[in-house]
Protein backbone atom coordinates (compact mmCIF):
# COMPACT_ATOMS: atom_id res chain seq x y z
CA UNK A 1 0.00 0.00 0.00
CA UNK A 2 2.71 2.43 0.79
CA UNK A 3 4.76 2.02 -2.13
CA UNK A 4 1.49 2.59 -4.44
CA UNK A 5 1.80 5.80 -2.22
CA UNK A 6 4.77 6.65 -2.73
CA UNK A 7 4.36 5.84 -6.53
CA UNK A 8 1.11 8.24 -6.92
CA UNK A 9 2.86 10.69 -4.95
CA UNK A 10 6.31 10.81 -7.23
CA UNK A 11 3.95 10.60 -10.34
CA UNK A 12 1.99 13.71 -8.76
CA UNK A 13 5.34 15.44 -8.10
CA UNK A 14 6.32 14.85 -11.50
CA UNK A 15 3.36 16.47 -13.35
CA UNK A 16 3.67 19.46 -10.75
CA UNK A 17 7.48 19.86 -11.02
CA UNK A 18 7.94 19.58 -7.78
CA UNK A 19 11.65 19.17 -8.42
CA UNK A 20 11.74 22.54 -10.34
CA UNK A 21 9.78 23.90 -7.56
CA UNK A 22 12.21 23.39 -4.99
CA UNK A 23 14.72 23.93 -7.67
CA UNK A 24 13.81 27.69 -7.49
CA UNK A 25 12.80 28.16 -3.89
CA UNK A 26 16.47 27.21 -3.52
CA UNK A 27 17.85 30.05 -5.64
CA UNK A 28 15.46 32.64 -4.41
CA UNK A 29 16.14 31.90 -0.92
CA UNK A 30 20.12 32.45 -1.85
CA UNK A 31 19.41 35.76 -3.67
CA UNK A 32 18.56 37.17 -0.53
CA UNK A 33 21.26 35.62 1.78
CA UNK A 34 24.02 37.55 2.74
CA UNK A 35 27.19 37.82 0.17
CA UNK A 36 30.33 35.85 1.42
CA UNK A 37 32.03 38.31 -0.72
CA UNK A 38 35.45 40.34 0.93
CA UNK A 39 35.79 43.90 -0.49
CA UNK A 40 39.29 43.34 -0.71
CA UNK A 41 41.04 46.53 -1.42
CA UNK A 42 37.93 48.76 -1.36
CA UNK A 43 36.23 48.22 2.31
CA UNK A 44 37.49 44.80 3.62
CA UNK A 45 41.14 42.89 4.35
CA UNK A 46 41.63 39.73 5.16
CA UNK A 47 44.07 39.15 8.90
CA UNK A 48 45.63 36.09 8.22
CA UNK A 49 46.12 33.31 11.26
CA UNK A 50 49.06 33.21 13.52
CA UNK A 51 50.63 30.38 12.05
CA UNK A 52 50.31 32.15 8.00
CA UNK A 53 53.54 31.93 6.17
CA UNK A 54 53.80 35.67 4.59
CA UNK A 55 57.19 38.41 4.40
CA UNK A 56 60.20 36.88 6.41
CA UNK A 57 61.41 39.00 9.02
CA UNK A 58 64.46 38.95 11.34
CA UNK A 59 63.91 38.94 15.07
CA UNK A 60 65.74 41.23 17.58
CA UNK A 61 66.71 39.98 21.29
CA UNK A 62 66.29 41.99 24.49
CA UNK A 63 69.05 44.20 23.96
CA UNK A 64 68.22 45.61 20.60
CA UNK A 65 70.84 43.36 19.02
CA UNK A 66 69.80 41.52 15.81
CA UNK A 67 69.70 37.36 16.66
CA UNK A 68 71.16 35.98 13.88
CA UNK A 69 74.69 34.34 14.42
CA UNK A 70 74.92 33.98 10.23
CA UNK A 71 75.28 30.02 10.71
CA UNK A 72 73.67 30.33 7.16
CA UNK A 73 71.72 26.95 8.34
CA UNK A 74 68.75 29.01 7.03
CA UNK A 75 70.57 29.32 3.38
CA UNK A 76 71.90 25.66 3.88
CA UNK A 77 68.51 24.36 3.89
CA UNK A 78 66.53 26.93 1.33
CA UNK A 79 65.12 24.53 -1.51
CA UNK A 80 65.25 27.40 -3.79
CA UNK A 81 68.51 29.28 -2.87
CA UNK A 82 67.06 32.27 -2.31
CA UNK A 83 68.74 33.28 1.19
CA UNK A 84 72.18 35.02 1.13
CA UNK A 85 74.23 35.46 4.19
CA UNK A 86 77.61 37.42 4.95
CA UNK A 87 78.69 36.57 8.36
CA UNK A 88 81.08 39.40 10.38
CA UNK A 89 82.71 39.54 13.85
CA UNK A 90 82.17 42.49 15.86
CA UNK A 91 84.60 43.59 18.66
CA UNK A 92 83.01 41.00 21.64
CA UNK A 93 83.59 37.81 19.39
CA UNK A 94 79.82 37.78 18.19
CA UNK A 95 79.04 36.31 14.51
CA UNK A 96 75.81 38.39 13.00
CA UNK A 97 75.67 39.04 9.52
CA UNK A 98 76.85 41.37 7.72
CA UNK A 99 74.52 40.90 4.71
CA UNK A 100 71.48 39.02 4.61
CA UNK A 101 69.49 38.89 1.57
CA UNK A 102 66.09 37.05 0.43
CA UNK A 103 65.30 37.18 -3.28
CA UNK A 104 61.28 36.87 -2.56
CA UNK A 105 60.64 36.55 -6.01
CA UNK A 106 62.30 33.35 -5.63
CA UNK A 107 61.04 32.53 -2.07
CA UNK A 108 58.57 29.90 -2.04
CA UNK A 109 57.66 30.08 1.41
CA UNK A 110 57.61 26.88 2.82
CA UNK A 111 59.27 28.32 6.24
CA UNK A 112 62.24 25.84 6.23
CA UNK A 113 64.40 28.28 7.22
CA UNK A 114 62.44 29.05 10.47
CA UNK A 115 62.87 25.37 11.32
CA UNK A 116 65.97 25.47 10.70
CA UNK A 117 67.24 28.41 13.00
CA UNK A 118 68.84 27.46 16.18
CA UNK A 119 69.02 31.42 17.27
CA UNK A 120 65.22 31.62 16.50
CA UNK A 121 65.91 34.59 14.59
CA UNK A 122 64.12 34.54 11.14
CA UNK A 123 60.32 34.12 10.82
CA UNK A 124 57.89 34.10 8.24
CA UNK A 125 55.42 36.87 9.20
CA UNK A 126 51.82 38.23 8.50
CA UNK A 127 52.62 40.67 5.46
CA UNK A 128 51.51 39.54 2.39
CA UNK A 129 51.20 42.63 0.17
CA UNK A 130 54.38 43.19 -1.13
CA UNK A 131 53.94 43.01 -4.89
CA UNK A 132 56.38 45.37 -7.10
CA UNK A 133 57.13 46.23 -10.50
CA UNK A 134 60.41 45.37 -10.38
CA UNK A 135 61.94 41.76 -9.54
CA UNK A 136 64.90 43.51 -8.15
CA UNK A 137 62.86 45.10 -5.42
CA UNK A 138 61.80 41.67 -4.26
CA UNK A 139 65.31 41.34 -3.37
CA UNK A 140 64.73 42.51 0.92
CA UNK A 141 68.26 43.23 2.94
CA UNK A 142 68.60 42.49 6.36
CA UNK A 143 67.83 46.15 7.80
CA UNK A 144 64.05 46.15 6.03
CA UNK A 145 63.78 42.46 7.21
CA UNK A 146 64.47 43.56 10.48
CA UNK A 147 61.55 46.07 9.99
CA UNK A 148 59.04 43.70 8.86
CA UNK A 149 55.79 42.87 11.01
CA UNK A 150 56.26 39.87 13.05
CA UNK A 151 53.75 36.85 12.95
CA UNK A 152 49.86 37.87 13.49
CA UNK A 153 48.61 37.91 17.64
CA UNK A 154 45.36 37.24 16.85
CA UNK A 155 43.94 36.47 12.86
CA UNK A 156 41.52 34.71 10.97
CA UNK A 157 39.39 37.41 11.16
CA UNK A 158 37.70 40.71 8.11
CA UNK A 159 38.49 44.19 9.16
CA UNK A 160 37.62 47.26 7.89
CA UNK A 161 39.96 48.82 5.27
CA UNK A 162 40.16 51.19 2.51
CA UNK A 163 42.41 51.75 -0.26
CA UNK A 164 44.69 54.65 -0.54
CA UNK A 165 46.12 55.29 -3.54
CA UNK A 166 47.75 58.94 -2.75
CA UNK A 167 51.41 58.01 -3.46
CA UNK A 168 51.48 54.31 -2.84
CA UNK A 169 49.28 51.69 -3.25
CA UNK A 170 48.06 50.76 0.35
CA UNK A 171 45.26 49.18 1.72
CA UNK A 172 44.81 50.56 5.36
CA UNK A 173 43.49 48.62 8.15
CA UNK A 174 41.31 50.73 11.26
CA UNK A 175 40.53 48.31 13.55
CA UNK A 176 42.58 45.23 15.21
CA UNK A 177 39.80 42.57 15.01
CA UNK A 178 37.14 41.68 13.12
CA UNK A 179 34.20 39.41 12.01
CA UNK A 180 34.41 35.97 11.35
CA UNK A 181 34.33 35.22 7.50
CA UNK A 182 32.98 31.84 7.78
CA UNK A 183 29.75 33.33 9.74
CA UNK A 184 28.38 34.00 6.34
CA UNK A 185 28.52 30.55 5.19
CA UNK A 186 24.94 29.09 4.34
CA UNK A 187 25.00 25.54 5.26
CA UNK A 188 21.63 23.43 4.35
CA UNK B 1 -1.45 69.88 -42.45
CA UNK B 2 -3.38 66.70 -40.39
CA UNK B 3 -1.30 64.05 -42.44
CA UNK B 4 1.94 66.03 -41.39
CA UNK B 5 0.89 66.22 -37.51
CA UNK B 6 0.60 62.05 -37.23
CA UNK B 7 3.97 61.31 -39.71
CA UNK B 8 5.52 63.66 -37.25
CA UNK B 9 3.73 62.07 -34.21
CA UNK B 10 4.74 58.52 -35.51
CA UNK B 11 8.04 59.49 -36.25
CA UNK B 12 8.93 60.51 -32.70
CA UNK B 13 6.87 57.34 -31.08
CA UNK B 14 9.28 55.38 -32.86
CA UNK B 15 12.62 57.59 -32.12
CA UNK B 16 11.28 57.46 -28.35
CA UNK B 17 10.79 53.66 -28.90
CA UNK B 18 14.20 52.73 -30.72
CA UNK B 19 15.84 54.43 -27.94
CA UNK B 20 14.15 52.77 -25.39
CA UNK B 21 15.33 49.39 -26.87
CA UNK B 22 18.45 50.34 -27.17
CA UNK B 23 19.41 51.86 -24.10
CA UNK B 24 17.22 49.00 -21.93
CA UNK B 25 19.60 46.36 -22.14
CA UNK B 26 22.46 48.43 -20.36
CA UNK B 27 20.47 48.36 -17.34
CA UNK B 28 19.00 44.71 -18.00
CA UNK B 29 23.16 43.32 -18.49
CA UNK B 30 23.43 45.15 -14.67
CA UNK B 31 20.85 43.51 -13.26
CA UNK B 32 21.26 39.75 -14.54
CA UNK B 33 24.82 40.41 -13.28
CA UNK B 34 23.75 41.29 -9.71
CA UNK B 35 21.10 38.52 -9.91
CA UNK B 36 23.51 36.12 -10.72
CA UNK B 37 26.34 37.27 -8.11
CA UNK B 38 23.55 37.43 -5.56
CA UNK B 39 22.13 33.71 -6.22
CA UNK B 40 25.76 32.49 -5.87
CA UNK B 41 26.27 34.35 -2.77
CA UNK B 42 28.41 36.79 -4.55
CA UNK B 43 27.79 40.71 -4.80
CA UNK B 44 28.23 41.13 -8.80
CA UNK B 45 29.35 44.21 -10.04
CA UNK B 46 30.34 46.92 -7.27
CA UNK B 47 33.38 48.88 -8.44
CA UNK B 48 32.04 51.07 -11.22
CA UNK B 49 29.50 53.58 -10.02
CA UNK B 50 27.27 53.06 -6.88
CA UNK B 51 27.20 48.98 -6.78
CA UNK B 52 28.18 49.02 -10.18
CA UNK B 53 26.03 50.94 -11.49
CA UNK B 54 27.76 52.33 -13.93
CA UNK B 55 29.31 48.79 -15.09
CA UNK B 56 27.32 48.40 -18.49
CA UNK B 57 28.10 51.80 -19.39
CA UNK B 58 31.62 50.79 -19.30
CA UNK B 59 31.36 47.86 -20.88
CA UNK B 60 29.79 49.60 -24.01
CA UNK B 61 32.70 52.13 -23.79
CA UNK B 62 35.09 48.62 -23.89
CA UNK B 63 33.15 46.80 -26.43
CA UNK B 64 32.70 50.28 -28.82
CA UNK B 65 36.70 50.73 -28.55
CA UNK B 66 37.76 47.19 -29.15
CA UNK B 67 39.23 46.16 -32.42
CA UNK B 68 36.24 44.54 -34.89
CA UNK B 69 38.32 41.55 -35.77
CA UNK B 70 36.66 39.47 -38.61
CA UNK B 71 38.39 36.09 -39.48
CA UNK B 72 40.78 35.67 -42.36
CA UNK B 73 38.63 32.60 -43.81
CA UNK B 74 35.02 34.20 -43.08
CA UNK B 75 32.61 35.37 -45.75
CA UNK B 76 32.74 39.49 -45.15
CA UNK B 77 29.48 40.53 -46.61
CA UNK B 78 27.73 37.80 -44.72
CA UNK B 79 29.84 38.18 -41.60
CA UNK B 80 28.98 41.92 -41.39
CA UNK B 81 25.55 41.33 -42.70
CA UNK B 82 24.60 39.08 -39.62
CA UNK B 83 24.59 41.08 -36.39
CA UNK B 84 21.73 43.87 -38.25
CA UNK B 85 19.66 41.17 -39.50
CA UNK B 86 20.12 39.76 -35.74
CA UNK B 87 19.31 43.15 -34.38
CA UNK B 88 16.46 44.43 -36.99
CA UNK B 89 13.82 42.03 -36.44
CA UNK B 90 13.44 42.10 -32.65
CA UNK B 91 13.16 46.02 -32.99
CA UNK B 92 10.57 45.83 -36.31
CA UNK B 93 8.58 43.96 -33.71
CA UNK B 94 7.57 46.48 -31.50
CA UNK B 95 5.94 48.45 -33.87
CA UNK B 96 2.92 46.21 -33.38
CA UNK B 97 3.47 45.91 -29.77
CA UNK B 98 0.90 48.00 -27.39
CA UNK B 99 1.73 49.89 -24.04
CA UNK B 100 -1.51 50.90 -23.49
CA UNK B 101 -4.68 52.56 -24.18
CA UNK B 102 -4.01 56.27 -24.40
CA UNK B 103 -2.31 59.28 -22.55
CA UNK B 104 -3.56 62.75 -22.98
CA UNK B 105 -0.83 64.86 -23.59
CA UNK B 106 -1.37 68.70 -24.17
CA UNK B 107 -5.18 68.36 -24.53
CA UNK B 108 -4.60 65.62 -27.44
CA UNK B 109 -5.07 61.95 -26.68
CA UNK B 110 -2.04 60.19 -27.90
CA UNK B 111 -2.27 56.15 -28.16
CA UNK B 112 0.66 54.01 -26.49
CA UNK B 113 1.45 52.45 -29.55
CA UNK B 114 3.03 52.86 -33.28
CA UNK B 115 0.23 51.37 -35.15
CA UNK B 116 -2.74 49.12 -34.17
CA UNK B 117 -2.41 45.87 -36.41
CA UNK B 118 -5.48 43.87 -37.07
CA UNK B 119 -3.28 41.32 -37.84
CA UNK B 120 -0.55 41.94 -35.23
CA UNK B 121 -0.05 38.87 -33.55
CA UNK B 122 0.73 37.06 -36.96
CA UNK B 123 2.94 40.09 -37.53
CA UNK B 124 4.97 39.54 -34.37
CA UNK B 125 5.22 35.37 -35.42
CA UNK B 126 6.02 36.56 -39.03
CA UNK B 127 8.78 38.89 -37.85
CA UNK B 128 10.25 37.39 -34.92
CA UNK B 129 10.99 34.28 -37.30
CA UNK B 130 13.47 36.22 -39.37
CA UNK B 131 15.60 36.89 -36.03
CA UNK B 132 17.01 33.47 -36.93
CA UNK B 133 18.67 34.53 -40.66
CA UNK B 134 20.80 36.85 -38.19
CA UNK B 135 22.41 33.85 -35.89
CA UNK B 136 22.77 31.28 -38.93
CA UNK B 137 24.55 33.64 -40.96
CA UNK B 138 26.45 35.10 -38.08
CA UNK B 139 27.64 30.92 -37.68
CA UNK B 140 28.05 30.50 -41.33
CA UNK B 141 30.02 33.21 -42.44
CA UNK B 142 32.48 33.05 -39.39
CA UNK B 143 33.84 30.12 -41.11
CA UNK B 144 34.59 28.42 -37.54
CA UNK B 145 33.05 24.70 -36.69
CA UNK B 146 31.92 26.00 -33.01
CA UNK B 147 29.62 28.89 -34.96
CA UNK B 148 28.74 26.87 -37.57
CA UNK B 149 27.59 24.31 -34.85
CA UNK B 150 25.75 26.42 -32.75
CA UNK B 151 23.57 28.21 -36.10
CA UNK B 152 22.48 24.57 -37.02
CA UNK B 153 21.50 23.80 -33.55
CA UNK B 154 19.56 27.32 -33.44
CA UNK B 155 17.94 26.36 -36.71
CA UNK B 156 16.55 23.15 -35.83
CA UNK B 157 15.67 25.06 -32.63
CA UNK B 158 14.03 27.68 -33.67
CA UNK B 159 12.22 25.69 -35.89
CA UNK B 160 10.72 23.31 -33.12
CA UNK B 161 9.64 25.84 -31.13
CA UNK B 162 7.85 28.44 -33.39
CA UNK B 163 5.04 25.98 -34.12
CA UNK B 164 3.84 25.19 -30.59
CA UNK B 165 4.54 28.58 -29.52
CA UNK B 166 2.07 29.48 -32.79
CA UNK B 167 -0.07 27.11 -31.62
CA UNK B 168 -0.01 28.57 -27.94
CA UNK B 169 -1.25 31.88 -29.03
CA UNK B 170 -4.52 30.34 -30.74
CA UNK B 171 -6.17 29.69 -27.73
CA UNK B 172 -6.01 33.22 -26.88
CA UNK B 173 -6.92 34.51 -30.18
CA UNK B 174 -10.46 32.20 -30.47
CA UNK B 175 -11.04 33.45 -26.93
CA UNK B 176 -10.76 37.31 -27.86
CA UNK B 177 -11.87 36.40 -31.39
CA UNK B 178 -9.48 38.87 -32.72
CA UNK B 179 -5.42 38.76 -33.57
CA UNK B 180 -5.04 42.91 -32.55
CA UNK B 181 -3.05 43.46 -29.46
CA UNK B 182 -5.33 45.73 -28.40
CA UNK B 183 -8.20 43.57 -28.68
CA UNK B 184 -7.11 40.95 -26.61
CA UNK B 185 -5.90 43.11 -23.83
CA UNK B 186 -9.59 44.58 -23.82
CA UNK B 187 -10.79 41.48 -24.19
CA UNK B 188 -9.12 40.34 -20.69
CA UNK B 189 -10.51 43.62 -18.88
CA UNK B 190 -12.12 41.22 -16.49
CA UNK B 191 -10.60 38.04 -16.21
CA UNK B 192 -7.10 37.51 -17.45
CA UNK B 193 -6.28 34.77 -20.05
CA UNK B 194 -3.92 32.73 -17.68
CA UNK B 195 -7.52 31.65 -16.41
CA UNK B 196 -9.06 30.14 -18.95
CA UNK B 197 -5.38 29.12 -20.85
CA UNK B 198 -3.23 27.70 -18.13
CA UNK B 199 -1.48 25.45 -20.66
CA UNK B 200 -1.63 27.70 -23.60
CA UNK B 201 0.91 29.98 -21.10
CA UNK B 202 2.81 27.00 -20.00
CA UNK B 203 3.61 26.07 -23.89
CA UNK B 204 4.25 29.50 -24.62
CA UNK B 205 6.27 30.40 -22.41
CA UNK B 206 8.47 27.63 -22.38
CA UNK B 207 8.67 28.05 -26.09
CA UNK B 208 9.72 31.42 -25.55
CA UNK B 209 12.91 30.78 -23.28
CA UNK B 210 13.61 28.34 -26.27
CA UNK B 211 13.02 31.11 -29.14
CA UNK B 212 15.25 33.79 -26.61
CA UNK B 213 17.48 30.99 -26.37
CA UNK B 214 17.95 31.36 -22.45
CA UNK B 215 18.86 28.51 -20.06
CA UNK B 216 17.58 26.10 -20.37
CA UNK B 217 17.60 26.00 -23.92
CA UNK B 218 21.03 28.01 -24.92
CA UNK B 219 22.25 25.59 -27.09
CA UNK B 220 22.86 27.89 -29.96
CA UNK B 221 25.28 29.54 -27.87
CA UNK B 222 26.23 26.73 -25.00
CA UNK B 223 29.54 27.83 -22.92
CA UNK B 224 30.39 24.99 -21.87
CA UNK B 225 30.50 22.86 -25.09
CA UNK B 226 30.86 25.59 -27.71
CA UNK B 227 32.97 28.71 -26.91
CA UNK B 228 30.60 31.36 -27.56
CA UNK B 229 27.99 29.31 -30.17
CA UNK B 230 26.99 31.29 -32.99
CA UNK B 231 29.02 34.38 -31.91
CA UNK B 232 32.35 32.79 -31.20
CA UNK B 233 33.95 34.87 -33.92
CA UNK B 234 32.44 38.21 -33.14
CA UNK B 235 33.87 41.38 -31.70
CA UNK B 236 33.67 44.47 -30.41
CA UNK B 237 30.40 46.45 -31.46
CA UNK B 238 28.81 43.43 -33.84
CA UNK B 239 29.38 41.35 -30.73
CA UNK B 240 27.01 44.04 -28.35
CA UNK B 241 24.73 43.83 -31.56
CA UNK B 242 24.19 40.29 -30.87
CA UNK B 243 23.89 40.83 -27.33
CA UNK B 244 21.06 43.98 -27.76
CA UNK B 245 18.86 41.40 -30.29
CA UNK B 246 19.20 39.09 -27.37
CA UNK B 247 17.94 41.38 -24.64
CA UNK B 248 15.18 42.95 -26.74
CA UNK B 249 13.97 39.05 -27.29
CA UNK B 250 13.75 38.57 -23.93
CA UNK B 251 12.02 41.92 -23.45
CA UNK B 252 9.99 41.42 -26.36
CA UNK B 253 8.75 37.18 -25.24
CA UNK B 254 8.22 39.12 -21.22
CA UNK B 255 5.66 41.47 -23.13
CA UNK B 256 3.72 39.49 -25.23
CA UNK B 257 3.39 36.69 -22.29
CA UNK B 258 1.82 39.62 -20.51
CA UNK B 259 -0.11 40.75 -23.05
CA UNK B 260 -1.55 37.64 -23.84
CA UNK B 261 -2.20 36.13 -21.17
CA UNK B 262 -1.72 38.22 -17.66
CA UNK B 263 -3.65 41.16 -19.00
CA UNK B 264 -1.59 43.65 -20.38
CA UNK B 265 -1.90 46.99 -18.89
CA UNK B 266 -5.13 45.81 -17.10
CA UNK B 267 -4.66 46.03 -12.85
CA UNK B 268 -6.14 43.79 -9.99
CA UNK B 269 -6.46 44.66 -6.40
CA UNK B 270 -4.80 47.72 -6.60
CA UNK B 271 -5.26 50.82 -8.85
CA UNK B 272 -2.24 52.05 -10.23
CA UNK B 273 -1.69 53.79 -13.99
CA UNK B 274 -2.32 51.13 -16.67
CA UNK B 275 1.10 52.08 -17.50
CA UNK B 276 3.13 51.19 -14.12
CA UNK B 277 0.84 48.10 -14.07
CA UNK B 278 2.15 47.02 -17.66
CA UNK B 279 5.94 47.89 -16.62
CA UNK B 280 5.69 45.54 -13.51
CA UNK B 281 4.34 43.06 -15.04
CA UNK B 282 7.19 42.86 -17.64
CA UNK B 283 9.45 43.41 -15.17
CA UNK B 284 8.41 40.54 -13.32
CA UNK B 285 9.09 38.80 -16.31
CA UNK B 286 11.94 39.44 -16.72
CA UNK B 287 13.05 38.64 -13.33
CA UNK B 288 11.69 35.13 -14.06
CA UNK B 289 13.82 34.53 -17.46
CA UNK B 290 17.10 35.41 -15.12
CA UNK B 291 15.71 33.59 -12.17
CA UNK B 292 15.45 30.65 -14.75
CA UNK B 293 19.01 30.72 -16.25
CA UNK B 294 20.46 30.68 -12.79
CA UNK B 295 18.85 27.94 -11.83
CA UNK B 296 18.67 25.47 -14.49
CA UNK B 297 20.97 23.56 -16.39
CA UNK B 298 20.81 23.16 -19.93
CA UNK B 299 19.23 20.37 -22.01
CA UNK B 300 20.73 17.98 -24.42
CA UNK B 301 19.81 18.35 -27.75
CA UNK B 302 17.95 15.27 -28.12
CA UNK B 303 16.22 16.73 -25.28
CA UNK B 304 15.08 19.41 -26.50
CA UNK B 305 13.97 18.42 -30.04
CA UNK B 306 11.96 15.71 -27.46
CA UNK B 307 10.25 18.24 -25.71
CA UNK B 308 9.56 20.61 -28.87
CA UNK B 309 7.89 17.94 -31.14
CA UNK B 310 6.25 15.51 -28.62
CA UNK B 311 5.02 17.51 -25.48
CA UNK B 312 4.72 21.38 -26.35
CA UNK B 313 3.36 20.52 -29.90
CA UNK B 314 0.76 17.66 -28.85
CA UNK B 315 -0.10 20.13 -25.64
CA UNK B 316 -0.66 22.95 -27.64
CA UNK B 317 -3.09 21.00 -29.82
CA UNK B 318 -4.99 20.03 -27.16
CA UNK B 319 -5.23 23.30 -25.76
CA UNK B 320 -6.67 24.46 -28.97
CA UNK B 321 -9.33 21.62 -29.06
CA UNK B 322 -10.27 22.16 -25.21
CA UNK B 323 -10.42 25.78 -26.15
CA UNK B 324 -12.76 25.26 -28.81
CA UNK B 325 -14.99 22.73 -26.93
CA UNK B 326 -15.64 24.53 -23.99
CA UNK B 327 -15.98 28.26 -24.71
CA UNK B 328 -17.57 29.18 -28.03
Redesign the interface.
Known sequence: MSRVVDRAGTWIGWALFADLASAFTLTFGYMFSKPVTMQYPDKEKWLPYSRYRGHHFLKRDEEGEIKCVACELCARICPCDCIEVVPYEDENGNRHPAKFEIDTARCLFCGLCEDACPADAIALGQQYEFSSFSSRDLVIGRDDLLDKPGKAMTGGGVVAARLNTDEDVLVETSEPHGYNWWRNIRRT | MELLVALGLIAIKVALLIAMLLLLPLPLTWLERK?A???????GP??VGWHGLLQPVADGIKLLTKEDHIPAEADRFLFKLAPILALAPPFVVFVAIPFGETVSVLNAEITLYVSNLNVALLFVFAVIGLEVYGVIFGGWAANSKYAVLGSLRTCAQMISYEIPMGFAVIGVVMLAQSMSLVDIVRAQSDLWNIVYQPIGFFVFFVAGLAEAQRIPFDLAEAEGDLGAGFHTEYSGIRFAFFMVSEYVIVLLVSVLSVILFFGGWNGILIPLPPLLWFALKVAFFIYVFM?FR???PRYRYDQLMAIGWKVLLPLSMANIIITGIAFT
Not at chain 2, 37 to 43: A, K, N, P, T
Open positions: IGHMQQRMMRWFTL
